[in-house]
């Protein structure tokens, strides 16, 4: 499943682009599934200023633990609190069930509109899902 409103990385992060300059971003579904269960998120704090392609949090699963890294430079203005160890309802797993919606990461208001034209399409993304398959 690779939604074609999203835009992908190499690396197995996608963005949603919101209103306002907003990006919205998580992992994969084919990086979920490759990872499997996920037990643990780790997030950055609110206000961190990233750049492209920073590493800015921790998935970490029952097989590995794997780096996230932000498609585009911003400052992080959100973060799902379902991931959050320190959340009422911390359900890290929900990444595994629904990793496009409930799942997303964080979100950043985006520094530099123009990196949007480095990410993938949906068709360049799955190419390189079916290499990796």
């Known amino acids: 499943m690779i939604p074609e409103e999203l835009k992908y990385t190499k690396e197995h992060e996608w963005v949603r682009l919101l209103d306002g300059g907003i990006a919205e971003i998580g992992i994969t579904d084919f990086?979920?599934?490759?990872?499997?269960?996920?037990?643990?998120?780790?997030?950055?704090?609110?206000?961190?200023?990233?750049?492209k392609d920073d590493t800015f949090g921790v998935v970490e699963s029952v097989k590995t633990v794997s780096d996230v890294y932000s498609p585009l430079s911003g400052e992080v203005i959100a973060v799902n609190e379902v991931l959050c160890e320190d959340g009422d309802s911390f359900t890290p797993e929900v990444i595994n069930k629904d990793a496009y919606g409930e799942g997303w990461i964080i979100r950043i208001k985006v520094a530099?509109?123009?990196?949007?034209?480095?990410?993938?399409?949906?068709a360049a993304y799955k190419a390189v899902t079916e290499e990796e398959g």
């Open 31 to 51: 990086a979920q599934d490759q990872l499997g269960d996920i037990v643990y998120v780790e997030v950055p704090e609110i206000g961190r200023k990233l750049t």
């Open 112 to 122: 530099d509109p123009a990196e949007i034209d480095t990410l993938l399409d949906a």
